[in-house]
Nanobody, 115 residues
Framework: QVQLVESGGGLVQTGGSLRLSCAASGRILSVNTMGWYRQAPGEQRELVAS???????TYADSVKGRFSISRDNYKKMVYLQMTSLKPEDTAVYYCKTGWGHVEVWGQGTLVTVSS
């Protein structure tokens, strides 16, 4: 069974940086696409960034140029480097993977950006 555990969230000032980590355990394959999502209070969960097994990345327009997703298949880790953080980046950030009809989500890590 695949499990995902996020870490690295916290309180940061506007303009600051944080690096989120997602540790995967279980039978997860290096070909699985991994994604970071976020959900702000009262808002729908949205895709922030994703990375394929081959390293192809996609980003939400709101984070392009500020966030960077990466993965270490050997360590079964996925990272989200966030820079130039804004108050509107405040949300719970989730790591996700999946295959076929299966989706696996982490428990989330809270990022709060103060103005």
């Amino acid at each position: 069974q695949v499990q995902l555990v996020e870490s690295g969230g916290g309180l940061v000032q506007t303009g600051g940086s944080l690096r989120l980590s997602c540790a995967a355990s279980g039978r997860i394959l290096s070909v699985n696409t991994m994604g970071w999502y976020r959900q702000a209070p009262g808002e729908q969960r949205e895709l922030v960034a994703s990375i394929t097994g081959g390293g192809l990345t996609t980003y939400a327009d709101s984070v392009k140029g500020r966030f960077s997703i990466s993965r270490d298949n050997y360590k079964k880790m996925v990272y989200l480097q966030m820079t130039s953080l804004k108050p509107e980046d405040t949300a719970v950030y989730y790591c996700k993977t999946g295959w076929g009809h299966v989706e696996v989500w982490g428990q989330g890590t809270l990022v709060t950006v103060s103005s």
